[in-house]
């Protein structure tokens, strides 16, 4: 049988992601002044594959798609560099830390709440 509350959540953290990649695909065509593929004498830098990477954000985690740039360097306004959870998300477990929740409620916490857990070091 199918769980509604999981369903929707699945659809939204989806939709998250897509948002994003969607964002950082668009991005990356302003930056290098041409599309995927497309060949133009205003074409700035070249496409040299792309990388995933992980965001923990409300809705959960996000596999996000950023591209790998030749001749030009990309630094995506969209997320800063090394940021792997969204800031909502660190000031939850910052307010919880000061609250007293121990750590392994924590954990319980965060995996009920965005699909992940945080390490006791973090």
Wanted: proline share 2%; glycine share 6%.
């Amino acid at each position: 049988m199918f769980d509604k509350p999981t369903q929707l959540k699945e659809l939204v953290r989806g939709g998250v992601e897509e948002a994003l990649n969607e964002l950082l695909e668009a991005e990356a065509e302003k930056l290098t002044q041409a599309a995927r593929y497309e060949r133009s004498d205003e074409r700035q830098g070249y496409r040299s594959g792309h990388y995933s990477r992980n965001l923990t954000t409300t809705s959960g985690d996000v596999t996000l798609k950023v591209s790998k740039l030749k001749g030009i360097s990309f630094e995506t306004a969209i997320i800063e560099r090394y940021r792997r959870r969204e800031s909502s998300v660190e000031e939850a477990l910052i307010e919880m830390y000061l609250a007293g929740v121990s750590v392994r409620r924590v954990e319980d916490i965060t995996e009920a709440l965005w699909g992940s857990k945080v390490s006791p070091s973090t």
